[in-house]
């Protein structure tokens, strides 16, 4: 007789928690108001574009390499206009970036 083959029980397919519900313990799902802001990364730097109404950029600042938001934050007016010129801004759009950056005016 061959010993029979153990078999381990498939992983939980549904998750515990997500960026728009969490499983109570007593596995109730409950829905977030809103999901978390983005930690990082591209994310974070398309986040930060679009509150200040420059989303369509997101795809220039990732092609040119703009993923990284504490860097683009940190940077003063005369290099977030390098930045625009990079993005091929519009000239209104850097305009508003260079002056205010990330900040709503």
């Known amino acids: 007789a061959t010993p029979a083959a153990s078999v381990a029980a498939p992983p939980d ?3 515990r928690t997500s960026r728009l ?3 109570t313990p007593d ?6 108001e809103t999901p978390p802001p983005p930690t990082g990364g591209m994310a974070a730097v398309a986040a930060a574009l ?4 420059l989303q369509a950029y997101v795809a220039a600042f990732d092609a040119e390499g703009f993923d990284d938001i504490q860097f683009l934050g940190s940077m003063d ?3 977030r206009a390098e930045v625009a010129e990079a993005a091929e801004m519009k000239p209104g759009h850097a305009a508003k970036f260079v002056k205010h950056g990330f900040e709503r005016p």
């Open 13 to 15: 397919p549904s998750p």
């Open 27 to 32: 596995g109730r799902i409950v829905l977030r």
């Open 21 to 23: 519900y969490t499983v």
């Open 77 to 79: 007016a005369a290099e």
């Open 50 to 53: 679009a509150r200040v109404g």
